[in-house]
């Protein structure tokens, strides 16, 4: 009886830890999918996706997946990033695959290889000189979940605006401290971080206390909040019939 006891004590033991294990497999899997609504001057314009999965890649095993779907000036607009990055501070790309339909946004294929980023569009292709690291514009997205609530530490690199290849040095993302933040569903308790530099207009990044992003507002009128993904999708199929109107 006594060996019996011993055996179910110990196959509840494995029981916990299998549960566990699936539930920080769970919460892993939903820290690196995340949705967020896109609100262009208040009003529900699209959404973004982004998705954080890791390779086997030596080179490069973060892989940066980031879907925008938006509706701007009644014109559409259909962007998937596929970003190859090494394991650094800035999450730096060595390989871009951008998939795009829409205004203002071409496909195509890059790689960055000794300090030149090297872009295959259809029609011409593109050579850009880079620093040895750089981060991209929706990069600082999940680089800002790294940084510490420190503001003496003040992260500088060059940004890669990805849609349009547009590379731009000297920002800088710095720590601002902790305020209370409205959202749609209520008042929270947030860390802000701006994002400063050229092309940059009023950038700032919300996370909270486990450093899980919640909120950006960057131009002054666009500005993107974490949500569900129904509740993303909503977003985007009230801009569509805007749109129409």
């Not at 529900?44 to 938006?70: K, N, S, W, Y």
């Not at 349009?164 to 749609?184: I, Q």
């Not at 960057?218 to 749109?243: P, V």
């Amino acid at each position: 009886m006594k060996t019996l006891r011993i055996t179910l004590a110990a196959a509840a033991l494995v029981a916990v830890g299998l549960a566990t294990a699936r539930a920080r497999a769970d919460g892993e899997a939903e820290a690196a999918d995340r949705w967020f609504v896109w609100r262009i001057e208040g009003a529900p314009a699209g959404f973004i996706h982004l998705r954080r999965e890791r390779t086997d890649d030596a080179e490069a095993p973060v892989r940066l997946v980031q879907r925008v779907e938006l509706v701007q000036r009644k014109r559409a607009l259909s962007v998937r990033l596929t970003l190859d990055c090494r394991d650094d501070e800035l999450l730096t790309p060595v390989r871009i695959k951008s998939e795009a339909s829409g205004a203002e946004a071409a496909s195509f294929e890059a790689s960055v290889r000794e300090g030149k980023l090297r872009a295959a569009i259809p029609g011409r292709e593109l050579e850009l000189p880079v620093a040895e690291r750089f981060a991209t514009f929706f990069g600082v997205f999940e680089l800002v979940e790294r940084r510490p609530f420190e503001k003496e530490k003040v992260l500088a690199f060059d940004c890669l605006e990805a849609f349009g290849l547009d590379y731009k040095k000297g920002h800088t993302l710095t720590y601002a401290g902790e305020e209370t933040v409205a959202l749609p569903d209520g008042e929270r308790r947030l860390h802000r971080f701006d994002h400063a530099g050229r092309g940059i207009r009023g950038g700032s990044l919300w996370v909270d206390g486990e450093h899980r992003l919640q909120r950006v507002v960057f131009d002054g009128r666009k500005e993107i909040t974490r949500a569900t993904e129904e509740a993303a999708k909503a977003a985007l199929a009230e801009a569509k019939a805007r749109a129409k109107d």
